[in-house]
């Protein structure tokens, strides 16, 4: 038996599946928020420590590893931002 698509995408069930894809959209964006924020704090963990010890090698690597870290945060941010802005038009546009 085929599903008719169309019947989907409009009414109470189309509003019913695109909240639950918005939903699941924001869960998944915010797992890898949480993700990142995880390895950002490890990080700066990390160059502390190396800082505290005084090893300038450490330090400069850990302090690359910090700026790679932030770098991704932009990235996940600018990725959200898309995401957002590509499933969620406005509402009302006008001229």
Known sequence: MSRNKKIESVGPFGDAMRNVES???NFYMNSLYAQSI???QEAQAAYECAVLEGDAEQIEKKRSEL???EELIKLTS???NAV???YNPPAHVTE
Request: charged share 25%; net charge negative; aromatic share 14%.
């Open 23 to 25: 939903i699941a959209r």
């Open 84 to 86: 957002s802005d590509e």
């Open 78 to 80: 600018i990725g959200f």
């Open 67 to 69: 700026l790679f870290v």
């Open 38 to 40: 995880e390895q950002l």
